[in-house]
C-alpha cells in the first residue's frame, strides 16, 4: 500500500510558519525579557535537528514540545522549581492524541511523553530525543517500556 | 503573534552562524529590480529575477538539503559584488559557484560562458564551437535559458548570430540594460 509522507519543508517555511506560536508559548512560560534568548534556542535546537527528520508531519507539536523543553532548562537553570518533562502540546485548543489520553494518562511522565509522541504524533526518535531532551535510545526505551505497560494492563 | 523584527534578525544571524543552513538566501535590490540570491557551503547556487521566495524556496531544498533559511548576513559578499558591479565598479566576479548536479555539455558550455570578458558579446555557435560541439547552438541556448546564476555567469552576453538580442530568462529589456552597463551596446 502506498502511504502518502508529507515532504518535509524548506526551514523558511516552518519557522515562517510557527515562529509567531513558539514565541507566545515562551512570553507565557518565561515572561517577555527571558523569551527572546529562548526563542532562539528553540529554533537552533530545531534546526540542528532538522536534516533528520523522516518526514514533514506534526513539525507544529515538534516545535511547541522542544519549546516547552528549552522554557524548562531555562527555569531549571535560574534556579526555579519546575517540571521535568515538556507539557504536550495542544493544537487546535484539542490535544490531537486524545485518542490516547485514556490510555496514557496513567503511565508515568517520560514514557507518557515518548508514547503520545511516537504514536499520537507519529515522531521518530530522533525527533522526540531533540523535543524531549534526551537521547534518541532513551526515547525509545522510554516509549517501548510505556508500551510494554500498557500491554500488562490491557491484557 | 508577530515576531519583533530585531529579534527574527537575531536568530536568522546566529542561524547563518552554526553553518548548518544548506542554503541561505535573501532578497537584493538591483539596478534590473529585486533579485533573489542563494549562497550554499559551496558558493553562490542561484540568482533568480522572481524575487518571490515561494516558487525558489523548493527548487533550492531539492539541490542542496531542506535547511533553507532567509539569512541576509550569509549574502554579504554576494551583495557587496552585485553592488559594484551595478555601479560600473567591477568587471569580475570574485565569488565560488555551486554548479552541483550539472554535467557534460553542460558545464562545458558554462565554462566557457564565464569566460565571456566583460563588455564583449559572443554567438550561441560561437559558444557552441568553443565547447566542442559547433552544431549545439541550440543546445547552447537551452543551458543559457537553464542558467541558474544569471548575471554572474553572464549569458546576457550571448547574442544571435547577427548579433541581435535574442532571449533572455529575465527578459530582453534586462539583457539590454546588462549589455549598456557593460558599454557592449550604446
Known amino acids: ?155 | 503573534m508577530t515576531v519583533p523584527a530585531d529579534l527574527d534578525r537575531r536568530f536568522r544571524d546566529a542561524a547563518a552562524r552554526t553553518g548548518l543552513l544548506d542554503a541561505s538566501y535573501d532578497v537584493i535590490d538591483s539596478e534590473l529590480g529585486p533579485l533573489l540570491a542563494a549562497v550554499t557551503d559551496r558558493g553562490l547556487a542561484r540568482i533568480s529575477f522572481d524575487p518571490d521566495p515561494d516558487r525558489e524556496l523548493d527548487a533550492l531544498a531539492r539541490l542542496a538539503g531542506p535547511r533553507v533559511l532567509r539569512a541576509p548576513r550569509a549574502l554579504d559578499e554576494t551583495r557587496r559584488e552585485l553592488d559594484d558591479y551595478f555601479a560600473g565598479k567591477r568587471t569580475v566576479f570574485d565569488l565560488d559557484l555551486d554548479l552541483r548536479g550539472l554535467t557534460g555539455f553542460t558545464l562545458r558550455v558554462l565554462d566557457e560562458l564565464a569566460r565571456v570578458p566583460y563588455g564583449q558579446t559572443a554567438t550561441y555557435g560561437e559558444l557552441a564551437e568553443r565547447a566542442g560541439n559547433p552544431r549545439a547552438s541550440r543546445a547552447v541556448g537551452m543551458v543559457m535559458n537553464r542558467n541558474r546564476i544569471p548575471i554572474v555567469l553572464p549569458c546576457h552576453r550571448i547574442v544571435g548570430s547577427s548579433g541581435q538580442l535574442v532571449g533572455y530568462g529575465g527578459g530582453l529589456e534586462r539583457k539590454e540594460t546588462l549589455l549598456r552597463l557593460e558599454g557592449a551596446i550604446l
Do not use: C
Open chain 1, 1 to 155: 500500500m502506498m502511504v502518502a509522507v508529507t515532504s518535509i519543508p524548506p526551514f523558511e517555511t516552518f519557522y515562517a510558519e510557527n515562529a509567531g506560536d513558539v514565541l507566545r508559548l515562551l512570553r507565557r512560560r518565561l515572561g517577555r525579557d527571558r523569551a527572546d534568548d529562548a526563542f532562539q534556542e528553540t529554533f537552533l535546537r530545531a534546526l540542528r535537528a532538522y536534516d533528520r527528520l523522516r518526514h514533514g508531519e506534526h513539525l507544529r507539536a515538534w516545535v511547541l514540545t522542544i519549546a516547552e523543553r528549552v522554557a524548562i532548562d531555562a527555569h531549571r537553570r535560574a534556579g526555579e522549581p519546575t517540571d521535568e518533562l515538556p507539557e504536550l502540546p495542544h493544537l487546535d485548543g484539542r490535544p490531537a492524541y486524545e485518542e490516547l489520553a485514556f490510555l496514557t494518562d496513567t503511565l508515568p511522565a517520560k514514557e507518557r511523553a515518548a508514547v503520545v509522541l511516537r504514536y499520537g504524533y507519529d515522531l521518530d526518535y530522533e525527533q522526540i530525543a531533540t523535543a524531549l531532551g534526551s537521547s534518541s535510545d532513551a526515547a525509545r526505551q522510554a516509549a517501548s517500556s510505556g508500551v510494554r505497560r500498557l500491554r500488562r494492563r490491557t491484557t
